[in-house]
């Protein structure tokens, strides 16, 4: 894996997760356009990574990328919503409740249940296109590039006071 790849995908992820903080930034806030030109720098990087570590022949890519565009769009409508859940857990990090802390973790769960279903869900169609192995190779990069997107906004967000 290209070292330089992986820092220019860690930068803006960075930038990303900097919405998430708290109302008090002094900062012009990102609009809806600038999260977006964000997202789309991050999906040009993991797309980068993984054509740099899986190394398609001409065969496997034709099968893969299309599969994978699909896959990705799906990644990202999940990306929305724990985007969403970090944003309405910092607006009420000052006045927690038990019951919103409740509410606010059985999202959690659900959203990280909804990662796991999408990536059973694809595992299949990934070893159709390009076989189990190959397929198990991506889901190791696929879940590396995950735990460092996730080490990132978890590293953002307070613990409840």
């Known amino acids: ?55 398609f022949n001409d065969t496997e890519a034709a099968a893969f990328w299309p599969l994978y565009k699909q896959y990705a769009g799906e990644q990202q409508a999940i990306g929305k919503k724990r985007l969403q859940l970090m944003t309405d857990y910092a607006q009420s990090l000052d006045n927690l409740t ?6 606010l973790t059985a999202q959690y769960f659900a959203i990280e249940g909804e990662t796991l279903a999408l990536r059973k869900t694809y595992f299949p169609r990934f070893t159709n296109a390009i076989g189990a192995r190959r397929a198990a190779q991506f889901y190791q990069i696929d879940n590396r590039l995950a735990l460092i997107i996730n080490l990132q906004l978890t590293s953002m967000v307070p613990l409840i006071p």
Do not use: Y
């Not at 995908?9 to 964000?38: G, R, Y």
């Open 1 to 55: 894996m290209n070292r330089s790849k992986v820092i220019a995908l860690m930068v803006v992820l960075v930038s990303v997760c900097a919405f998430a903080q708290t109302e008090n930034v002094t900062a012009k806030p990102l609009t809806d356009s600038d999260i977006q030109l964000l997202r789309q720098d991050a999906q040009a990087a993991k797309d980068a990574i993984i054509k740099d570590s899986m190394k």
């Open 98 to 103: 038990d019951a919103k802390a409740k509410s």
